[in-house]
């Protein structure tokens, strides 16, 4: 008989240490220039497609509806143009990198990179949501946040994630990435000054198991 004093968990044998992070962030993942760059493209340049208010529900909502969820014009950075190849580079070796460090999921592709734009003239935001989705054609296990712009030009915004009881809020420096599993609740709150611009990806791999 075990004393009660100890716990059969006490006599588990492990084959391997596993790490499992809430999340986990890379600063300088671009360059304040190189922010500034996307900004453009994200804004109206020809590598993107227009910058539109996006919907939710599929995109059969309407813009009240939307905007009870979020207020937060989106664009979609193209990977089928020269131009562009850098920052999905940028991005795919960064994936990699900390995926492999801290979460080691089975990743295919990245999904898309979405261009976000908040503004504090109407109070731009994303409420709590998570990022996988009910039907799709990959399961999204890995989301990625890059924060474009200078924190010092906007007041509000945080990225809040919420692995616990109280939200945590990752650092807000221009260039830095953070990094949390798809189905991780999650907000932007709102901005309340400037503008806030952040590049989004989310990663598809196979079908948990």
């Known amino acids: 008989m075990i004393p009660e004093e100890e716990s059969a968990s006490e006599f588990s044998w492990h084959f391997h240490d596993v790490v499992n992070e809430n999340w986990c962030y890379a600063h300088n993942m ?34 009240e509806e939307t905007a009870k969820v979020r207020i937060s014009p989106v664009s979609w950075l193209r990977s089928d143009i020269e131009e562009n190849r850098w920052i999905w580079e940028r991005m795919a070796h960064y994936i990699g990198d900390l995926n492999k460090q801290f979460f080691q999921y089975d990743l295919n592709e990245i999904q898309s990179l979405q261009f976000t734009g908040y503004d504090s003239s109407e109070n731009g935001y994303y409420g709590k949501h998570i990022d996988m989705m009910y039907r799709s054609n990959g399961t999204r296990k890995l989301s990625v946040s890059v924060l474009l712009s200078d924190p010092e030009t906007y007041e509000g915004g945080e990225l809040a994630l919420y692995t616990g009881k109280n939200p945590e809020l990752p650092p807000k420096q221009q260039g830095t990435g953070i990094f949390f599993p798809s189905w991780s609740l999650h907000e932007v709150k709102p901005v309340t000054k400037g503008m806030r611009y952040s590049l989004v990806a989310w990663t598809l791999g196979p079908k948990f198991k």
């Open 30 to 63: 671009f360059t304040k220039e190189e922010c500034e760059k996307i900004i453009e493209i994200g804004k109206g340049g020809k590598g993107a497609t227009p910058l539109e208010y996006s919907h939710t529900g599929g995109g059969n909502s309407t813009f």
